[in-house]
């Protein structure tokens, strides 16, 4: 099937909206919101107020631009709170990961294929610190690179500070099973297969939130795991589908927990559900969810 569909005008745009049922009081307020968010981008915060029965996703009558935009909005400032929540996280995971190797099997452990359980892997992850390494620009590798010529590498607590969290999950869960692995899943009260999970799933929300993409009403692709014992508070409610926002916002406050008992984060967010008008079934979030002792 050949795609034929020409480009449209900002005007044009706004036409269609208003052709297709969309109320849309103040033109000019929407011509320049248009200008700003792209109209595919601000599409996908339409479909929960079209009539997918029609052909033309005819809008529900009485919908307003306004409520899209405030949609758009709402989830604007989801993936705010989840990407500073995820930063925290991931320099945890660094930090703790780097300490309980190094202080064992020294700076320059993470190059030791001995301890890790695949080769290939091993080989391919550090392809991938070495081509993070070589294009940083952070001063401290520079110094390293000006200053030593044995090892090539920087020391793990340098490297690791320039590593994604999606490398830095592959090495974790390559690594043989040892008393340090199980030190630092320990210390986010985990056990290692459901950190290792968690670390996967972080690593794919966070790209989601970096590169601006959706997360208000997402299926997970990387689910993570529930824990069956968890050390910590967590659901009592077992969620049916481990995919959505609210599985995803309930590990990322879990953590939390164990590296900063007195953060604002769970409020933070508590007050972005309670002061909007989103459904928050649409995230996955059951009716009683603020009666979890997780979420109080």
Avoid at 183 to 191: D, I, N, T
Avoid at 203 to 231: D, E, K, S
Wanted: charged share 15%; aromatic share 12%; proline share 6%.
């Amino acid at each position: 099937m050949q795609f034929t569909k020409p480009p449209l005008s900002i005007n044009d745009q706004v036409n269609l909206l208003r052709q297709r049922g969309l109320q849309i009081p103040d033109v000019s307020k929407a011509i320049h919101q248009l200008s700003n968010i792209n109209f595919y981008r601000l599409k996908v915060y339409s479909y929960p107020f079209q009539d997918t029965s029609h052909s033309n996703f005819t809008f529900v009558s009485g919908t307003t631009f306004d409520q899209i935009l405030d949609l758009y909005h709402f989830d604007e400032s989801l993936r705010t709170l989840v990407f500073e929540a995820l930063r925290k996280i991931e320099i945890a995971l660094r930090t703790q990961i780097t300490v309980h190797f190094a202080l064992t099997y020294g700076s320059h452990w993470y190059q030791d294929s001995n301890l890790y359980q695949n080769t290939r892997h091993f080989n391919r992850d550090m392809n991938t610190l070495d081509k993070q390494i070589n294009r940083s620009s952070e001063t401290f590798i520079l110094h390293y690179k000006r200053t030593y010529t044995q090892p090539v590498y920087p020391p793990v607590w340098m490297t690791f500070e320039i590593a994604t969290l999606g490398v830095l999950s592959k090495i974790y869960e390559n690594l043989r099973n040892s008393p340090e692995k199980n030190q630092v899943a320990r210390y986010f009260g985990l056990p290692v297969i459901v950190l290792i999970s968690w670390m996967h799933t972080f690593g794919y929300v966070r790209n989601l939130c970096a590169h601006h993409n959706r997360v208000w009403n997402r299926q997970i692709v990387n689910a993570p795991r529930i824990p069956r014992r968890p050390h910590r508070q967590w659901l009592h409610q077992t969620p049916s589908n481990p995919r959505t926002p609210y599985v995803i916002l309930s590990a990322i406050l879990y953590m939390l927990n164990a590296i900063d008992p007195q953060h604002q984060w769970k409020q933070d967010l508590k007050n972005l559900m309670t002061n909007s008008n989103v459904s928050l079934s649409d995230m996955g979030f059951p009716q009683n969810w603020m009666n979890e002792p997780l979420w109080q």
